[in-house]
């Protein structure tokens, strides 16, 4: 039988940690006790996270021990098989933009976001908010080796795979919330973390 996503998550609030630098002003261990979600870097913001998603076997490569020694919450992949990990799930890509409706499979277009919310949505969450959604700026932490995302046009291609998701999760059921008032990403409604906590 393939790797599947399990729809262990009906119904409830899951809490997105992106890589944008807005992430450095927010008190992460508010979300202590809630469904959260790290993306590549992120988990070192949030070691207690429930999940890390990544999607690229470079980055894997290079933080794979420090993601053994600090990070033990799981982690979902779709990076080939052969470089699999204890306890990993590995799951089929699918490169296009939208959503999966299959359990064995993530879509993935220009961005890991789009893979983690996918996730997220086929585990069965009614709403995601989003931090370090900034689309601008770098990264709340160290930059990636020369070479790694310096595409220039980079968030235009995020904001093209992260509109194509604004139909499918509103069919879904799913609320799609940024928490960073100040991104450059309009396709989602705009909230505080005061706001989705209270």
Request: aromatic content about 8%; hydrophobic content about 45%.
């Amino acid at each position: 039988m393939l790797p599947r996503v399990a729809r262990e998550w009906p119904g409830e609030t899951a809490f997105l940690v992106c890589g944008g630098p807005s992430v450095l002003s927010v008190d992460l261990d508010r979300l202590r006790g809630r469904r959260v979600v790290a993306i590549n870097t992120s988990y070192d913001r949030v070691r207690w996270a429930d999940v890390l998603v990544f999607t690229d076997l470079r980055w894997w490569r290079q933080h794979r021990r420090r993601v053994a020694a600090r990070f033990h919450g799981r982690i979902v992949t779709l990076t080939p098989r052969s470089e699999m990990y204890e306890g990993m799930l590995v799951l089929e890509r699918q490169r296009s933009g939208g959503l999966s409706s299959d359990p064995t499979r993530l879509a993935w277009w220009h961005t890991t976001v789009t893979t983690a919310i996918n996730l997220l949505v086929l585990m069965g969450v009614s709403r995601i908010c989003a931090l370090g959604l900034d689309g601008q700026g770098g990264w709340h932490h160290e930059p990636h080796p020369l070479g790694w995302g310096r595409n220039a046009q980079k968030f235009r291609f995020h904001a093209e795979a992260l509109e194509a998701l604004v139909a499918p999760l509103a069919d879904a059921g799913v609320e799609m919330l940024n928490l960073n008032p100040d991104s450059a990403h309009r396709m989602f409604p705009f909230a505080t973390l005061d706001e989705v906590l209270a």
